[in-house]
Structure formats: structure tokens, C-alpha cells
């Protein structure tokens, strides 16, 4: 079992910045992936950025390249998502999900944190 719990959502205004923090417990594997979506209301979850728990490759959706970046820190069991130039469609619940099958399709996914809520005001 995979416990996640995701941290540092806020209120921020149009270009500012932002970092999430997703904390891993439970037993992961080689090819465990971790992800972040984000839900803004009324739409779908949608795929943000994903990083390989094990070797650190990462893949970004084409809204937030450039100005999101995925990392993590293994020793400290953490997942970030660094968000920088923000804007008001960056407004959502950010969901930190984990799995071993990857991709950017929810369903990929096993395990799912609660979420945390970033607004970007105009």
C-alpha cells in the first residue's frame, strides 16, 4: 500500500510561483511512477508532469512546459512540482497519484493523494 499526502497549495496572484510537495509511504518499486494532475471544477483530471521514482525521467503536459518542473528527493520520500509564472488557468486541485504503469492517463494510476488547491488571481 501507497499512502500519499500532498502539501503547499495556496492563494497566489498571475506570476508568481508556487511549489507542491507530494510525501511518499509504503513500499514502491523500480519502475514506480509518480505524477501530478490537477482538476480545475467542472473538468476532467487532467495529466501535468510525471517523474520515474528511479532514475529521475520526467514528461510534461504542453500547458505547463517550461514553467512547471517535476522533481524528487528519493532519501527524503518526496515529490515536487516547482510552479513558476503562474496563471489564472493554473487554478485547480493538484492530486499527486503514483503507479507502475505511468503515462498521462488518470486510469494509470493506483494510488492518489487528497489533493491540494492552487487559485491564481488575476
Known amino acids: 500500500q501507497v499512502k500519499l499526502v500532498e502539501s503547499g497549495g495556496g492563494l497566489v496572484q498571475t506570476g508568481e510561483s508556487l511549489r507542491l510537495s507530494c510525501t511518499v509511504s509504503g513500499r514502491t518499486f523500480s519502475s514506480t511512477v509518480m505524477a501530478w494532475f490537477r482538476q480545475a471544477p467542472g473538468k476532467e483530471r487532467d495529466f501535468v508532469a510525471l517523474?520515474?521514482?528511479?532514475?529521475?525521467?520526467?514528461a510534461y503536459a504542453d500547458s505547463v512546459k517550461g514553467r512547471f518542473t517535476i522533481s524528487s528527493d528519493n532519501a527524503k520520500n518526496t515529490v515536487y512540482l516547482q510552479m513558476r509564472s503562474l496563471k489564472p488557468e493554473d487554478t485547480a486541485v493538484y492530486y499527486c497519484?503514483?503507479?507502475?504503469?505511468?503515462?498521462?492517463?488518470?486510469?494509470?494510476?493506483?494510488?492518489w493523494g487528497q489533493g491540494t488547491q492552487v487559485t491564481v488571481s488575476s
Open positions: 517523474i520515474t521514482w528511479y532514475g529521475g525521467a520526467t
Open positions: 497519484a503514483a503507479g507502475v504503469r505511468g503515462g498521462s492517463l488518470a486510469s494509470r494510476y493506483d494510488y
